[in-house]
């Protein structure tokens, strides 16, 4: 079993449409979790991290985080199509260097 | 110059050559690594760095030698690579490692794109 799941995609979604992305994991120990966007030919960078159940909201995302079900997400509120791209979800424990990076989940935002 | 810089950004190589990546980070931060990103799969942490002291290698083969000498600068020296070592190599740096709660910012260079013949 993948420490990270994620669902390759294309996800494909219209303008202006809410955009969600899924990413299950195996680790009950991670603590940590995060959102890193990797356009085409670029390096990831890190949109946005929860740690406590519920949901976190930051502009027009929002990361939801259910840990007894091992399971955190991304919602992209009023998709632009320079919101496409491959979307990493990525885990720690707080005692760990190691961040543990999902495959990815490619974002399609059709004009 | 700005961020975490990695030369050469492609490099092709002979499975007898020896070469090395290097990456400059200007943001004065405290730890460095190293992450091999290949088509379809996961990154893969290969090394880690906290002033200039290695804390990580997570497995990797011996034909990759990695060499920190000052907490700015990082290498990752090559030889004898099979093909399936062609990827994208990544170098990431953090303000402190993150080896504690609430970390896990990484700031990635644009990578080195490397293809073994």
């Known amino acids: 079993q993948k420490e990270v799941e994620q669902n390759s995609g294309p996800l494909s979604v219209p303008e202006g449409a809410i955009a969600s992305l899924n990413c299950t994991y195996s680790?009950?120990?991670?603590?940590?979790f995060f959102w890193y966007r990797q356009y085409s030919g670029k390096s990831p960078e890190l949109i946005m991290f929860i740690y406590s159940n519920g949901d976190k909201e930051d502009g027009r995302f929002t990361a939801q985080l259910n840990k007894a079900s091992q399971y955190v997400s991304l919602l992209i509120r009023d998709s632009q199509p320079s919101d496409s791209a491959t979307y990493l979800c990525?885990?720690?424990?707080?005692?760990?260097?190691?961040?543990?990076f999902g495959s990815g989940t490619r974002l399609l935002v059709r004009p | 110059e700005t961020g975490v810089t990695q030369t050469p950004r492609h490099l092709v190589m002979g499975m007898t050559n020896k070469k090395s990546l290097k990456c400059e980070q200007h943001?004065?931060?405290?730890?460095m690594y190293w992450y091999k990103q290949s088509a379809k799969k996961p990154l893969e942490l290969m090394f880690v760095y906290s002033l200039e002291e290695r804390v990580e290698n997570n497995s990797v083969p011996s034909r990759f030698s990695p060499e920190c000498p000052n907490s700015s600068h990082l290498f990752l020296h090559l030889h004898t690579l099979q093909p399936e070592d062609s990827a994208l190599y990544l170098c990431a740096s953090s303000p402190h490692p993150l080896a504690g709660a609430n970390t896990g910012e990484l700031f990635f260079g644009e990578g080195s794109r490397l293809t073994v013949l």
């Open positions: 680790d009950r120990g991670s603590q940590s």
């Open positions: 990525a885990l720690k424990r707080d005692s760990s260097y190691k961040l543990i």
């Open positions: 943001l004065g931060h405290n730890a």
